[in-house]
């Protein structure tokens, strides 16, 4: 997993790099909040980032509150590196759109839990986004099955988007998740299955 970071400092910048490498991620470090946001910006940016709250070009919070003014359904999860201790600071932080915050300087058992704690909201993020889309595509072949649908008025095959006639029961299996069991309806058992059984026993007798 690729863990983005930003700390102006550059020797809290390396320790925190060599510690999340340690863990095995994968780091991109940034040593200002310009940087930082082009980063998360980039094509398969991380979806985790560290940033410190005082930064040059901009600061963290600057950051959060651009993050949160995109439109994804899979939203960067902001952990915010920051000194200031009070209460209304840490406030001030979370209504900006962190996810949550450690104080410097850190403690590394501190910092593993909350990135794992991370990693499991995104890991639910993207399930969440996965369900949605299988639903999404459900509500798609639904409304496909209640479109017009050209029919022979002979076999009652069904005419596809391709121009390919098939019959009714490959049609609703391809475009829905309807299975069938297959019966015979009273008017079909009187006009066919009847005159079918006599002219059998009558062929043995």
Known sequence: MKILIAEDDRTSLHRLGTVLTKWGYE???CSDGKQAW???QSTHAPKLTILDWMMP???GIEICHRLRKTDTHNPVYVILLTSRHEKKNIVEGLDAGANDYIAKP???NELRARIRVGTRVLRLQAELSNRIKDLQDSLTHIKT????MP?????KRIRDDSNYWQEVEAYVKKHSDADFTHSVCPECYEKRVIPEMDNFFKKRD
């Open 27 to 29: 780091v991109i470090s």
């Open 38 to 40: 082009e980063g998360l």
């Open 57 to 59: 070009e901009m600061n």
């Open 106 to 108: 850190f403690e590394s």
């Open 145 to 148: 099955l209640q479109g017009i």
């Open 151 to 155: 029919i022979c008025s002979y076999c």
